[in-house]
Nanobody, 115 residues
Framework: QVQLVESGGGLVQAGGSLRLSCAAS????????MAWFRQAPGKERELVAD???????SYVDSVVGRFTISRDNTKKTVYLQMNSLRPEDTAVYSC?????????WGRGTLVTVSS
C-alpha cells in the first residue's frame, strides 16, 4: 500500500521553528519528486516547496530564505525545515509524491503560528 505520513506539526510562536517530516512507504521513493503543500483556512492549497529525484529544489516566494526542503532516500523521508515562522504560515501542511505515474498525498499535519 502506497502511503505518505506527515509528522512534526504543532503550535509555535512567531519567529520559531518547526521541522516537518513525511515518511513514504510502498513506493519507489528515490525516483519520485516530492513536494510540500499547505492550505490555510478559507484559502486555496498552495505549493510551498518541491524537490526532484536529483535534489533540485524550488520554493514559493513567501518562504524563500526561511524554509528548506530536503530528502533522505535511505529513510524514504522528505523534510521541511521551517524557520522564522510567521502567523501567515499557519496551515495544514501536506506532502505529495508520485507512484506509478499517479499522485499520492499524505493526510497533512497542522502548523499553527501564534503572534
Amino acid at each position: 500500500q502506497v502511503q505518505l505520513v506527515e509528522s512534526g506539526g504543532g503550535l509555535v510562536q512567531a519567529g520559531g521553528s518547526l521541522r516537518l517530516s513525511c515518511a513514504a512507504s510502498g513506493m519507489l521513493f528515490s525516483i519520485s519528486a516530492m513536494a510540500w503543500f499547505r492550505q490555510a483556512p478559507g484559502k486555496e492549497r498552495e505549493l510551498v516547496a518541491d524537490i526532484s529525484y536529483d535534489y533540485r529544489t524550488s520554493y514559493v516566494d513567501s518562504v524563500v530564505g526561511r524554509f528548506t526542503i530536503s530528502r533522505d532516500n535511505t529513510k524514504k523521508t522528505v523534510y521541511l525545515q521551517m524557520n522564522s515562522l510567521r502567523p501567515e504560515d499557519t496551515a495544514v501542511y501536506s506532502c505529495k509524491g508520485w507512484s506509478a505515474g499517479r499522485p499520492v498525498w499524505g493526510r497533512g499535519t497542522l502548523v499553527t503560528v501564534s503572534s
